[in-house]
């Protein structure tokens, strides 16, 4: 299995051209697990905010891929995203 993450700190969160840091910095963070028989696992997260509340939001993904040909890639990959601490729930 091989584990990796990642981390970022970025003046704003926008989300599909939508502010969701409130015109402030966010830090966000993520994980993901590969197993060798192709499943893998993952999660990310960022502060979020609007004007007058504040959360986080996490995602949660995973899935099975297969390389078919050399330099190609098929995937079914679920996932979901899990805000909390805000009243807004934006939707995948």
């Known amino acids: 299995m091989d584990v990796t993450g990642n981390g970022s700190l970025?003046?704003?969160y926008v989300w599909r051209g939508v502010p969701?840091?409130?015109e402030?910095?966010?830090v966000q963070l993520g994980a993901d697990a590969e197993w060798d028989n192709g499943?893998?696992?993952g999660a990310w997260g960022?502060?979020?905010?609007t004007a007058d509340q504040s959360?986080?939001?996490i995602d949660l993904y995973g899935g099975w891929?297969?390389?078919?040909?050399?330099?190609t890639?098929?995937?079914v990959a679920p996932s979901t995203l899990l805000p909390t601490g805000l009243r807004k729930t934006f939707w995948n």
């Open 65 to 71: 891929g297969v390389s078919p040909v050399t330099g």
């Open 46 to 49: 960022s502060n979020a905010a």
């Open 73 to 75: 890639m098929a995937s």
């Open 24 to 26: 402030k910095a966010a």
């Open 39 to 41: 499943w893998y696992a």
């Open 10 to 12: 970025v003046s704003e």
């Open 55 to 57: 959360g986080v939001e």
């Open 20 to 22: 969701a840091s409130d």
